[in-house]
T-cell receptor
Framework: KQEVTQIPAALSVPEGENLVLNCSFT??????LQWFRQDPGKGLTSLLL?????REQTSGRLNASLDKSSGRSTLYIAASQPGDSATYLC????????????FGKGTTLSVSS | DAGITQSPRYKITETGRQVTLMCHQT?????MFWYRQDLGHGLRLIYY???????DKGEVPDGYVVSRSKTENFPLTLESATRSQTSVYFC????????????FGSGTQLSVL
C-alpha cells in the first residue's frame, strides 16, 4: 500500500530565506504527484502537478522536483514571504489506487517578518 | 460565481441523525470526490464519481452514501451519524480523473455530538 510521508511536520523560517519541503513515497509506480497549499480553515489549492515522465515543474517562486526511482519530491520556495505561511501537502496518484490521490499529512510552514 | 461550493460551512448534529453535505461545481468537470480530513490521518478518500450515475468507493466509505444524478452535484449523506464521523469534509473535482489538477471546495466542518 502506497504511503506518503512529509518531514518535517512543521518549519519556521525568517522572511527572505529559501527553503525546501520534502515528500517521500513508498511505491515508485505513480502517475503523477501534486503539491497543494492549505490555509487555516480553508480548502486545498493545487500549486504544481508533476506527471511521472517529468522531472520538475515551476510556477513563480515555486519549483517542484520529482525523482521517481528514489521515491522523493521536493518543493523549493525561493525568497519566502509571510504570505507563504500555510500547510503544504503532497499527494500521489499511483497505479494501484486508481483515481484516488494519496496524501501526506503536510508540512506547516511559518515565515516570520 | 464559478468554482466548487460546499454547504453548509458548519454543521452540528446528534448521533443517529441523517445528514447531507452538498457539493456543487460549475466547471462541468467529469470527476468529483469526497475527502475527510482528520488530525493524525490526513486526507482520506470516501467516495468518488467519474460521471453522472457512476460512483465508486474510496478508502473509508462505511457509513456514507453518495449519488450523482447531475454532473454538477455530488451530495454526501451520512445515513446515521456517529461521533467518529466528526471531521472536516472536502469536495473536489477534476476535469478528467487525477491526471489533471484537483480543485477543492472550502470544506464543511461537521460535529456529531
Amino acid at each position: 500500500k502506497q504511503e506518503v510521508t512529509q518531514i518535517p511536520a512543521a518549519l519556521s523560517v525568517p522572511e527572505g530565506e529559501n527553503l525546501v519541503l520534502n515528500c517521500s513515497f513508498t511505491d515508485s509506480a505513480i502517475y503523477n504527484l501534486q503539491w497543494f497549499r492549505q490555509d487555516p480553515g480553508k480548502g486545498l489549492t493545487s500549486l504544481l502537478l508533476i506527471q511521472s515522465s517529468q522531472r520538475e515543474q515551476t510556477s513563480g517562486r515555486l519549483n517542484a522536483s520529482l525523482d521517481k526511482s528514489s521515491g522523493r519530491s521536493t518543493l523549493y520556495i525561493a525568497a519566502s514571504q509571510p504570505g507563504d505561511s500555510a500547510t503544504y501537502l503532497c499527494a500521489v496518484r499511483d497505479n494501484q489506487a486508481g483515481t484516488a490521490l494519496i496524501f501526506g499529512k503536510g508540512t506547516t510552514l511559518s515565515v516570520s517578518s | 460565481d464559478a468554482g466548487i461550493t460546499q454547504s453548509p460551512r458548519y454543521k452540528i448534529t446528534e448521533t443517529g441523525r441523517q445528514v447531507t453535505l452538498m457539493c456543487h461545481q460549475t466547471w462541468s468537470h467529469s470527476y468529483m470526490f469526497w475527502y475527510r480530513q482528520d488530525l493524525g490521518h490526513g486526507l482520506r478518500l470516501i467516495y468518488y464519481s467519474a460521471a453522472a450515475d457512476i460512483t465508486d468507493k474510496g478508502e473509508v466509505p462505511d457509513g456514507y452514501v453518495v449519488s450523482r444524478s447531475k454532473t454538477e452535484n455530488f451530495p454526501l449523506t451520512l445515513e446515521s451519524a456517529t461521533r467518529s464521523q466528526t471531521s472536516v469534509y472536502f469536495c473536489a473535482s477534476s476535469e478528467s480523473g487525477a491526471l489533471e489538477k484537483l480543485f477543492f471546495g472550502s470544506g464543511t466542518q461537521l460535529s456529531v455530538l
